[in-house]
């Protein structure tokens, strides 16, 4: 089939792409990983050699899990469109070409539901699981990676930052413990 392909994850209502209103995103292009605004896609619809799939929004921050280990489709899905990118500090891998790992395993009980998975490429999910390298999740779509020699990181969706203080982060920027 010739011509492009284009993803998007959209939010569509019924005067979203009629209305001539600010340009404010409504979807987000997969492949280019930025919003699209609806005189983008507008302009895609247009087109004849553009085939569109559209993708209805994902709650992210549905709990579903599953009972075994392998994970859905839905799961890498929603997972994608979280994390954005490999969740590793200052990795730039889209997380669509990434590996889902299981925050808590799932042999120490870790369920298989977005809530427990991250997207992390194999180099990263490699280095998880058989270095020193370790993560806490204290807010959702947040991680604070712990490297071999004691660093921290906090590494969310505004990107990679050191984290300064040596107490266990919860979410907050408070002071370090005395």
């Not at 280019?32 to 929004?57: D, F, H, K, M, N």
């Not at 709990?63 to 994390?83: C, K």
Request: charge should be positive; glycine fraction near 6%.
């Amino acid at each position: 089939m010739p011509g492009r392909k284009v993803v998007l994850n959209v939010h569509i209502t019924d005067t979203t792409l009629t209305a001539d209103r600010s340009p404010s995103p409504v979807g987000r292009w997969e492949e280019g990983r930025c919003p699209i605004s609806s005189a983008q896609i507008r302009e895609w619809l247009r087109a004849r050699e553009t085939t569109i799939i559209v993708r209805p929004v994902i709650d992210l921050a549905d709990h579903v899990p599953v009972g075994s280990y392998e994970t859905p489709d839905r799961h890498r899905i929603r997972v994608a469109l979280r994390d954005q990118t490999c969740r590793f500090p200052h990795c730039t891998r889209p997380a669509q070409r990434c590996d889902l790992d299981h925050h808590r395993p799932y042999g120490e009980g870790g369920p298989t539901c977005p809530c427990n998975e991250v997207a992390l490429c194999r180099r990263h999910h490699r280095a998880k699981t058989h270095s020193r390298w370790r993560y806490d999740i204290p807010p959702p779509g947040a991680n604070v990676w712990t490297s071999p020699t004691g660093f921290r990181f906090r590494d969310d969706h505004r990107g990679t930052h050191p984290v300064h203080d040596t107490r266990r982060d919860t979410g907050d920027a408070g002071p370090p413990d005395e």
